[in-house]
């Protein structure tokens, strides 16, 4: 086990992508934050947090979002499902997608399609910690990164104990 | 997390852990049918069959609404128009249905037992929706999901399962559900409609006093009289049942506290209850039937079988 983050430089990096999202819209009313279940909620609430003690802005929305019945994959195997927590609209508004790691893309493929059925969001960036770039299967990129790690794709990154972990198997 | 079943054929033989499981993925189920969007893909490789051997109106469009919001594709068989009215068995019939490449069978049979022998001769994954006088598994479950969402918890609760408990698949699944998740069960009607040796068995109170039922409990599940069900007279006119046992306005109000009333449908209006009862605040008949699709969906996605 290697650590790629430790916990002081975790909360730096979330401190910086805090700021990026903040800097990069010039209303935040227009804007709502959903965390992907289960890691992007947990970075979700750290960065959000981060945006309501710097923003000026009054209402910072922010909602949780689980993909488990949109899997590409749930002809392997059956998991109980994660709580779901949108309660706003995303019509029309620009909705930042976060996740812990980006990896293959596939998560973030079916989080798009879970999104769309909640309406049609006037654009959808991606906010992710951790970006494992030279793995996707999908042509998926995120607009705000952390940070990038070389990995192989048998590894796991995760988010342990409030440091960013790398696990090889 | 799975389930430790491949079919629902009973509440009898579910774990607490299987109903914990079914209940906290019908909440989020519940979440997906108030999106604009109310359907998600989960089961857009699956082919269901729902197998009405006899007649339901509820449950079997709670079921095709659940399959349909899960992307399943289904199809329905009704035995008065089908080749069942030609002599055709059980087996042949299903058997020729899963030959078309059919992955699930949602099934209601008057035969006791019916779908617990089908799981032994078929491979796809079965759901018990109602057997004779047997069981009806999620009926039961929706009952617990509305009660926990209604009073926030199963255990300790104390329900009274109140008509005709002798011929009530319904009863039979809610008592073992209760039972299994630490609630109480007392259940109340005329001595005929009650099996002698309920408490015995199935552990639970017997009160033949309604007044003293309601009086005791947090949560009254009110059951339809099942007139088609009774070969024989076990009260002597639906009169004099509705006087002994209907609840009507009256008596709640006599009551010390407000309690929940629930009814699994169809309500014979003025026998078992009354109408200014089943349509009054204290009621959540109407949420029992919309939870429905929420349970069955969560039912479905669980034992969702992908093996053919």
Redesign the interface.
């Known amino acids: 086990m290697q650590v790629l983050l430790t916990s002081q430089q975790l909360s730096d990096t979330v401190r910086q992508l805090a700021d990026q999202l903040i800097k990069s819209h010039t209303d935040l009313n227009d804007v709502v934050f959903v965390g992907i279940q289960q890691g992007g909620v947990v970075v979700g609430n750290d960065i959000v947090s981060n945006i309501r003690q710097i923003s000026t802005a009054q209402k910072i929305q922010y909602g949780q979002l689980?993909i488990?019945?949109?899997r590409d994959d749930?002809?392997k195997e059956?998991?109980?499902?994660?709580?779901?927590?949108i309660p706003f609209a995303i019509e029309n508004k620009t909705v930042v997608l976060i996740d812990d790691v980006l990896f293959t893309g596939r998560t973030i493929k079916a989080a798009l399609?879970v999104l769309?059925?909640?309406?049609r969001p006037a654009k959808v960036e991606l906010c992710v910690l951790i970006d494992r770039k030279e793995h996707r299967q999908f042509p998926i990129q995120a607009d705000y990164v952390g940070a990038t790690v070389e990995t192989r794709k048998t590894d796991k990154v995760k988010l342990i104990n409030n440091e960013v972990v790398l696990i090889d198997n | 997390m799975q389930l430790s079943t491949r079919h629902l054929l009973g509440i009898k033989n579910l774990t607490q852990e299987d109903i914990s499981l079914i209940l906290s993925t019908a909440e989020q189920f519940k979440e997906v049918l108030q999106r604009p969007v109310k359907k998600v893909p989960s089961l857009r490789d699956v082919t269901i069959v729902n197998l009405f051997y006899e007649n339901s109106t509820r449950t079997r469009f709670s079921f095709e609404l659940a399959e349909k919001r899960l992307s399943a594709d289904t199809i329905n068989f009704a035995a008065s128009s089908s080749s069942a009215a030609k002599g055709e068995t059980l087996l042949d019939t299903v058997n020729n249905i899963l030959s078309m490449k059919v992955d699930m069978v949602v099934m209601r049979h008057s035969a006791s037992g019916a779908p617990h022998f089908l799981s032994q001769h078929i491979p796809a994954a079965i759901i018990n929706a109602g057997d004779g006088i047997n069981e009806h598994p999620t009926q039961a479950l929706l009952d617990a999901f509305s009660i926990k969402e209604k009073t926030g918890s199963l255990e300790g609760r104390k329900v009274a399962i109140i008509g005709d408990i002798m011929h009530s698949r319904v009863a039979q699944s809610n008592i073992y559900l209760l039972n299994k998740m630490g609630a109480k069960v007392t259940v109340c009607g005329p001595p005929t409609l009650i099996p002698k040796y309920i408490s015995e068995a199935l552990g639970v109170t017997v009160n033949y006093n309604l007044k003293e039922a309601l009086e005791w409990c947090d949560v009254a599940n009110v059951l339809r009289i099942q007139l088609e069900r009774q070969n024989q007279v076990l009260f002597s006119s639906l009169r004099e049942y509705s006087l002994a046992y209907g609840i009507n306005r009256q008596l709640l109000d006599s009551l010390h506290k407000e309690i929940v009333i629930m009814h699994p449908g169809p309500i014979n209006r003025g026998v078992e209850l009354d109408s200014d009862v089943a349509d009054s605040k204290q009621s959540i008949i109407l949420q029992q039937v919309e939870n429905g699709v929420a349970v069955r969906m969560a039912v479905l996605y669980l034992l969702a079988n992908r093996n053919n």
């Open positions: 689980d488990t019945f949109y749930i002809r059956i998991l109980a499902p994660d709580t779901m927590n399609d769309l059925d909640y309406g």
